[in-house]
């Protein structure tokens, strides 16, 4: 026996509602008290429960649509041993006319129809919740709902998207489908295997483009007395196995800055409510190897003297270069620095390594005439920028903190 399943009275001033969810399709049986259908309104859902036992034949509904009373949710094939209620048993013995029922919007194939809906566990949120959860393709039933009687509320969905961006496989890295193009068909072509490091630094840097609103900021320092210093003393720190190019100098004035502006120094929490700031300054240095971009981490800088980071940088490099860095070392820096001041380069834009809030990029220095209030004089200048998470830091702090490093890499003397 067949059984339509309509919408109940709505009650008074409302004259339709918004179809949330459909928890059932063609095929699927059901027991008396299942949720069959969430409506929505304004301010309120309704659930529609099955009153009887048996197997769903026909979905005449759309997610999306807008539905009123006594519209025709579904067609329900009763099971055998349920017993029909005197109205149902009237029907059973009189002809059934066919009815249409007025539709409330263009009839939609059956197979179209079956197409978005799909068996959910059926969860407790308030309309406007679910909407957001629609709008964010967010599946409420893999929510954990933190609101009272297991009710799901915004924040909730909010947290599951930042979980899964955060820590989701590389498969699940939400970019743009690209086209696959058959390039031979312009001429000769060769395939080449992308390193591990190249294809799991891949999928870092695309999560981290798509979840942190970066923003940069440009400066440069004269560093003309730095490089008089650094000519003098390089050779006392190479008798001892290091090279003191000008990282360690940069280093000692980040390390500096981070002490002054510990937001830079920091990292948000899972919920991104609140900042962390850390008591110990790790600096994460970008190694050029041949597999691709390492990142080894130089521990406490701030109580380490020029020397001894030259030192540590000769060693760490050397044996990133060769794959002999441990994993401990790559991990727990606070801050990066980036610098292709041996390459080339009149600045650039490198992107924040999350859980840091920035990074430092450093490009080649040169010499140039700068006006000295009388004179043009040759003075030799590093540009430099820094990328940062605006959530957390904003364009004035920005430029304080490098005006700060600026002015440390200019006055030597202070810095060392």
């Given at each position: 026996?067949?059984?339509?399943?309509?919408?109940?009275?709505?009650?008074?001033?409302?004259?339709?509602?918004?179809?949330?969810?459909?928890?059932?399709?063609?095929?699927?049986?059901?027991?008396?008290?299942?949720?069959?259908?969430?409506?929505?309104?304004?301010?309120?859902?309704?659930?529609?429960?099955?009153?009887?036992?048996?197997t769903i034949k026909e979905i005449?509904?759309?997610?999306?649509?807008?539905?009123?009373?006594?519209?025709?949710?579904?067609?329900?094939?009763?099971?055998?041993?349920?017993?029909?209620?005197?109205?149902?048993?009237?029907?059973?013995?009189?002809?059934?006319?066919?009815?249409?029922?007025?539709?409330?919007?263009?009839?939609?194939?059956?197979?179209?129809?079956?197409?978005?809906?799909?068996?959910?566990?059926?969860?407790?949120?308030?309309?406007?919740?679910?909407?957001?959860?629609?709008?964010?393709?967010?599946?409420?039933?893999?929510?954990?709902?933190s609101g009272p009687k297991g009710?799901?509320?915004?924040?909730?969905?909010?947290?599951?998207?930042?979980?899964?961006?955060?820590?989701?496989?590389?498969?699940?890295?939400?970019?743009?489908?690209?086209?696959?193009?058959?390039?031979?068909?312009?001429?000769?072509?060769?395939?080449?295997?992308?390193?591990?490091?190249?294809?799991?630094?891949?999928?870092?840097?695309?999560?981290?483009?798509?979840?942190?609103?970066?923003?940069?900021?440009?400066?440069?320092?004269?560093?003309?007395?730095?490089?008089?210093?650094?000519?003098?003393?390089?050779?006392?720190?190479?008798?001892?196995?290091?090279?003191?190019?000008?990282?360690?100098?940069?280093?000692?004035?980040?390390?500096?800055?981070?002490?002054?502006?510990?937001?830079?120094?920091?990292?948000?929490?899972?919920?991104?409510?609140?900042?962390?700031?850390?008591?110990?300054?790790?600096?994460?240095?970008?190694?050029?190897?041949?597999?691709?971009?390492?990142?080894?981490?130089?521990?406490?800088?701030?109580?380490?003297?020029?020397?001894?980071?030259?030192?540590?940088?000769?060693?760490?490099?050397?044996?990133?270069?060769?794959?002999?860095?441990?994993p401990a070392e790559l991990m727990?820096?606070?801050?990066?620095?980036?610098?292709?001041?041996?390459?080339?380069?009149?600045?650039?834009?490198?992107?924040?390594?999350?859980?840091?809030?920035?990074?430092?990029?450093?490009?080649?220095?040169?010499?140039?005439?700068?006006?000295?209030?009388?004179?043009?004089?040759?003075?030799?200048?590093?540009?430099?920028?820094?990328?940062?998470?605006?959530?957390?830091?904003?364009?004035?702090?920005?430029?304080?903190?490098?005006?700060?490093?600026?002015?440390?890499?200019?006055?030597?003397?202070?810095?060392?």
């Open positions: 026996m067949l059984k339509e399943i309509i919408i109940p009275d709505l009650g008074e001033g409302i004259d339709t509602v918004e179809v949330g969810e459909i928890n059932v399709k063609p095929g699927d049986h059901v027991e008396t008290g299942d949720i069959l259908v969430v409506l929505e309104s304004d301010k309120a859902s309704m659930e529609i429960e099955a009153e009887d036992a048996g005449r509904i759309t997610p999306g649509s807008e539905v009123r009373t006594n519209t025709i949710l579904a067609i329900l094939e009763l099971d055998q041993s349920a017993e029909p209620t005197p109205v149902e048993e009237v029907e059973a013995q009189a002809p059934k006319a066919e009815v249409t029922p007025e539709p409330v919007e263009e009839e939609i194939p059956q197979a179209q129809v079956e197409a978005p809906i799909t068996k959910r566990k059926v969860v407790s949120a308030s309309p406007s919740v679910r909407r957001f959860a629609r709008e964010l393709g967010c599946e409420l039933s893999q929510v954990t709902p009710r799901v509320l915004k924040e909730d969905i909010q947290n599951f998207v930042k979980s899964r961006l955060s820590g989701a496989p590389a498969g699940a890295v939400v970019s743009p489908a690209q086209p696959e193009i058959d390039f031979s068909q312009w001429g000769e072509i060769e395939t080449v295997r992308l390193s591990k490091i190249r294809r799991v630094t891949a999928v870092n840097l695309q999560r981290a483009w798509q979840t942190i609103p970066h923003v940069a900021q440009m400066d440069e320092t004269d560093i003309t007395e730095l490089e008089a210093f650094r000519q003098v003393f390089k050779h006392a720190v190479a008798k001892e196995g290091g090279k003191l190019s000008i990282l360690p100098f940069i280093m000692k004035a980040v390390a500096l800055a981070l002490q002054k502006y510990p937001d830079f120094n920091g990292s948000l929490d899972i919920r991104g409510e609140n900042l962390i700031h850390k008591k110990y300054i790790h600096l994460g240095i970008a190694v050029d190897t041949e597999a691709g971009l390492v990142v080894p981490v130089i521990r406490d800088v701030d109580q380490k003297s020029l020397s001894q980071l030259a030192l540590e940088l000769v060693d760490v490099s050397l044996r990133t270069r060769e794959r002999k860095i441990k727990g820096a606070t801050f990066t620095i980036s610098s292709l001041g041996g390459i080339s380069g009149t600045g650039f834009s490198p992107i924040v390594n999350p859980p840091q809030v920035a990074i430092l990029g450093v490009s080649k220095s040169k010499m140039t005439p700068e006006w000295n209030g009388s004179e043009f004089v040759p003075r030799l200048m590093l540009p430099f920028s820094i990328s940062y998470d605006h959530r957390v830091i904003d364009g004035a702090s920005a430029a304080r903190f490098t005006k700060f490093i600026a002015e440390a890499l200019s006055a030597i003397k202070e810095l060392v």
